[in-house]
Each structure stands twice: as C-alpha cells, then as structure tokens.
C-alpha cells in the first residue's frame, strides 16, 4: 500500500476550487504567523494566510475560518481571543475553549485527507506544569467532534471536507470516527 503524500499546495488548490467563488476566499501560505485578513480595497478577496508552508497548519487555518460567522468573517483575525505562548492556566483553559471547535474541524479534515491529527495545546512557553493537559484538551476536541458527526457538520467545513476527501479517496470520514470509537470501546472492554 502506497503512503499518501501530503503538500499545502493541494490544500491550497482544493480549498481555493472550493471558495474562491462562492465565498471570494483564498487560502494563502504566509510566513511566520497565520492571519485572516478580510477583503480589502488592495485586495479584493479574503486571504486565510497559513504559516510555515505545513499541511495541517493550512488545514488548521481552514478551520478557523470554517467556524467563524458572516460578521467575524469581515474582521482581522476573526476577533478571536488569543494569547501567546505563556498562558497560566486559567488562560489556557480559556484557549481551549475557543480552539476546541476549530481543532475538531482540523481533526475531521485530517480524516477526510488520511493523515494523521494531534491536538495542539499551543502553549510551548508555559511555565506552568498544571497548565496544560493535553489528554483532557483531546477528550474535548473528540467529544466536539462526536458531536459534529452527530448533529451536523457545518457547510463550509463539509464541502471541504468533501473535496479532501475525493482528492486524497479516502472513506467517508464519519464511518472511519465510528469504527475507531467502537475499536477503542472494544480494547478498554477487554
């Protein structure tokens, strides 16, 4: 079996196909930092700038602005809340709450693309060991997803998903997640 290759430029082609008509979005490799920047009157449509030239920070970027609404979508950056590396715990749990949506979409994509997914607690400077816990921040991003699976994925994040889907012929994603929960039910019974 051949080991599937992974590139941001297929994430860029296939999100572009995807949105750059219907929703005058790009999604563009960046530097250092990822940013949303709405349309503008020096460019004239909306760029998710992912950073690095990754894979799965094009994915995660993509999830970002699959969750935001129609006003946040006219805001740099969303608006969203976020703090640097260094966050106690209190603003960890507080990044947590805002990341758990768009990881879980990051996780849905990576499923629809056959690569792999781990949570990011994005807080490599902290100085707190009780700050940060990663096994619980995945309970919750999986239990987000469940829920995704469950009651609806949202449009924007399932046409994506689509297209990585058939780009990548992978199965539905939804049908993997459930056969991977009923696998782990079946090892912790035993």
């Known amino acids: 079996m051949s080991k599937l290759t992974h590139n941001a430029q297929d994430a860029i082609e ?6 750059a008509q219907t929703y005058n979005t790009r999604l563009v ?13 020096r460019v004239p449509y ?12 094009a994915l995660h970027e993509a999830a970002h602005w699959c969750v935001a609404g129609p006003v946040r979508r006219h805001i740099v950056d969303y608006a969203y809340w976020y703090k640097p590396d260094g966050r ?10 805002v990341e758990c949506k768009p990881q879980a ?15 990011s607690c994005d807080n490599l400077g902290c100085d ?11 309970r919750q991003v999986e239990r987000q997803l469940t829920a995704y699976f ?9 046409l994506f998903a689509q297209a990585l889907q058939q780009f990548y012929a992978q199965p539905d994603p939804a049908s993997v997640w459930q056969l991977q ?10």
Not at 150 to 158: D, I, L, N, S
Not at 181 to 190: H, L, S
């Open 150 to 158: 469950k009651h609806g994925v949202p449009k924007r994040a399932q």
């Open 128 to 138: 707190d060991p009780n700050a940060i816990d990663v096994d619980g921040f995945r």
């Open 88 to 97: 106690g715990a209190s603003e960890q749990r507080q990044f947590e709450r």
């Open 29 to 41: 490799l960046g530097a250092d930092e990822p940013l949303y920047k709405p349309a503008s009157n």
């Open 181 to 190: 929960a009923a696998f782990v039910k079946e090892v912790e019974d035993v």
């Open 14 to 19: 296939l999100f572009n196909r995807t949105f």
């Open 46 to 57: 909306h760029q998710v700038i992912f950073a690095h030239g990754f894979f799965r920070s």
């Open 105 to 119: 979409l990051e996780w849905l994509f990576c499923l629809s693309a056959g690569h792999s997914f781990e949570v």
